[in-house]
């Protein structure tokens, strides 16, 4: 893995799936949401997690101009701004790995003097089957 990158994200709309129990409970929300697909191919589906108490886990799928319909349920905003992002390649085989990556990102961002945004959510944009971009919400040092 490289250095993160720094990007400016627009803000989103997600049709989306509460995780029970929190992280632990993120494949059978991501099965949920799944269920009511045709097909995944050409969705764009995102783990969304605020760090809040309590935590919550939510499995989403994009909603864009190709994407319009939010399968009957709940919809939401991903609020924009800049996040640090990484590229995880192969991360079904290294879903244990999963959160050392996200505290190697952290570390990261904070050695180039950013800080963590705790009032937005970590984002997991899952790209490929075996792609995955983890982002965290930065703000720069005053």
């Known amino acids: 893995m490289g250095r993160p990158v720094v990007i400016d994200e627009d803000p989103f709309e997600v049709a989306r799936v509460k995780a029970v129990d929190g992280l632990s409970g993120a494949q059978e929300a991501f099965d949920q949401l799944e269920a009511r697909m045709d097909t995944l191919r050409g969705r764009k589906m995102y783990g969304v997690f605020y760090s809040g108490d309590p935590e ?10 190709h994407e319009s319909g939010d399968l009957g349920f709940d ?18 085989q290294r879903i244990s ?18 800080h ?3 009032g937005r959510p970590s984002i997991e944009f899952y790209r490929r089957i075996d792609e995955l ?5 930065v703000v720069k040092s005053s």
């Open 116 to 118: 963590i945004d705790r």
């Open 56 to 65: 919550e886990y939510f499995a989403c799928l994009r909603l864009d101009s």
């Open 75 to 92: 919809r939401a905003t991903v609020p924009g701004g800049l996040y640090g992002r990484m590229l995880v390649r192969d991360w079904g």
């Open 97 to 114: 790995e999963l959160p050392q990556i996200f505290d190697q990102l952290h570390s990261d961002l904070i050695g180039d003097g950013l």
């Open 133 to 137: 971009v983890i982002m965290l919400p």
